[in-house]
């Protein structure tokens, strides 16, 4: 019997150690990548990973933690960074998540189109359009697709993306009103 379970330890063991290689090296080696390659993403914490880490079909990434000084745009670079890395792999889905918790969800294609396009698309261009493109855990539109004067637009497409952050780590990082 003491065999036996030594056995199936071990046999756990090894699918454990597989299961974790394979994230990492299709999705955390790069993303480190990203982060060691350009200064100005330290101080930015992060890992990708499969869904549930076997569903390879799902990318997340979660974002641990960002040092005070750190813009929006820092974190959003790591993420088009990210893109870029891993822009030969396609997923369903991808879930923005936040300290384990999922805030948003993208497309699997919007996904690889940023990836694709990181190099030659203007980045404020897809900073202004890309929360149109959001959606929440549950499948819903996170933000409208702005129409009108091109100004207006702006403006809205600016204010999305700003809360786009506020919604994903931002609040969830201020410190709690005394009680």
Known sequence: MKRRITLIALLLSLGATAIWAWNYSALQGPFRGVLSQDPRNEGIEADAHFGAYLQPHLLVFNLKSVEPGKAPADVFRVLLQFADAVKEREFEMVVLAHGGAPKFQLEGA???QL????????????????????LRP??????????????????????DFGEFHKQWYINDMAPSPPS
């Open 115 to 134: 990836g694709q396009e990181y190099s030659t698309q203007n980045p404020v261009f897809t900073m202004r359009t890309f929360p149109e493109h959001l």
């Open 110 to 112: 919007y996904f690889h």
């Open 138 to 159: 549950d499948g819903g539109r996170a933000f409208e697709q702005w129409a009108g004067g091109w100004l207006g637009v702006l403006n809205q497409q600016l204010e």
